[in-house]
C-alpha cells in the first residue's frame, strides 16, 4: 500500500538551531499537510500545500510540495523550546480538482518525527 | 468553538471489559475517523466514515466496531477489551469532497487495558 516515509524518526534542537525533518513516498498525491502534536494534546495542522513545487511559511516555519508531488519538507528557523513534540507529514490524493472516494480519500500519515531539546 | 470533542480523556478497563469511546464534531463535516496512536508506530486507521450512514475498515480494525450515530458523532466500540488495545486514540473529522484539505482531531482517549 501507499506508505510516507518520514525522516529522521527523532532529533534534538538546541535553542536557535534550524531544524529540518522530510517525508517521500513512492506514490503521488496531490495535497501534502504537515502537524504538530504537542504532549497529551492531538495533533494541530500548521502547513498546507495543494501544488507541486509550493513555498510556505507559518511563522518560522517553511515547507515545501516536492516538485515530483512524491515529497515534502520542512523546516523550523532558530528553533525555542516550545517546538519539542512530535511532527507528522500527511498525504492526500485529493486535491481541488480531483476527488477519489473510498479509502482512496483517505489522509495518509508519516510515522512522525519526535523533537526534544538537547540535554 | 469546540470542534472534535472525545469521551472520556482517560479510561482503565480490565481485559474482557467494554466499552464506548464517544466523538462528536460541531463544525459540519461529513467524514469521520478513528485513528490509535502507539510509539513508534505513528497514527493508524481503525475506522472511518466517509459520509452519515457509512463506515469502513482502516488499517487495524479488529477488536472494534464503530457507529455512525448521526452527521455530528462517531462511536467507537471494544466488545472485549484486550491488553494490546492500550493505546490512545483520537477521532478526527474532515469536510470530504473537492478542495479537502486536513483533518481536525480531538484532544485523544488515554486507555490502559489491563
Known amino acids: 500500500g501507499q506508505q510516507l516515509n518520514q525522516s529522521p524518526q527523532s532529533m534534538f534542537i538546541q535553542e536557535g538551531e534550524d531544524v529540518s525533518m522530510n517525508c517521500t513516498s513512492s506514490?503521488?498525491?496531490?495535497?501534502w499537510l504537515w502537524y504538530k502534536q504537542d504532549p497529551g494534546e492531538g495533533p494541530v495542522l500548521l502547513i498546507a500545500?495543494?501544488?507541486?513545487?509550493e513555498l510556505t511559511s507559518n511563522g518560522r516555519l517553511t515547507a515545501q510540495f516536492g516538485i515530483t508531488r512524491k515529497d515534502s519538507f520542512l523546516n523550523i528557523s532558530a528553533s525555542i523550546p516550545s517546538d519539542v513534540g512530535i511532527y507528522f507529514c500527511?498525504?492526500?490524493?485529493?486535491?481541488?480538482?480531483?476527488?477519489?472516494?473510498?479509502?482512496?480519500?483517505?489522509?495518509?500519515f508519516g510515522k512522525g518525527t519526535k523533537l526534544s531539546v538537547k540535554p | 468553538n469546540a470542534g472534535v470533542t472525545q469521551t472520556p480523556k482517560f479510561q482503565v478497563l480490565k481485559t474482557g471489559q467494554s466499552m464506548t469511546l464517544q466523538c462528536a464534531q460541531d463544525?459540519?463535516?461529513?467524514?469521520m475517523y478513528w485513528y490509535r496512536q502507539d510509539p513508534g508506530m505513528g497514527l493508524r486507521l481503525i475506522y472511518y466514515?466517509?459520509?452519515?450512514?457509512?463506515?469502513d475498515k482502516g488499517e487495524v480494525p479488529n477488536g472494534y466496531n464503530v457507529s455512525r450515530l448521526n452527521k455530528r458523532e462517531f462511536s467507537l466500540r471494544l466488545e472485549s477489551a484486550a491488553p494490546s488495545q492500550t493505546s490512545v486514540y483520537f477521532c478526527?473529522?474532515?469536510?470530504?469532497?473537492?478542495?479537502?484539505?486536513?483533518?481536525?482531531f480531538g484532544s485523544g482517549t488515554r486507555l490502559t487495558v489491563v
Open positions: 478526527a473529522s474532515t469536510r470530504r469532497e473537492k478542495g479537502l484539505y486536513g483533518y481536525t
Open positions: 506514490s503521488i498525491f496531490n495535497t
Open positions: 500545500l495543494y501544488k507541486a513545487g
Open positions: 500527511a498525504a492526500h490524493k485529493n486535491s481541488g480538482e480531483k476527488y477519489y472516494g473510498g479509502s482512496q480519500g483517505n489522509l495518509i
Open positions: 463544525m459540519n463535516h461529513n467524514s
Open positions: 466514515s466517509a459520509s452519515e450512514g457509512t463506515t
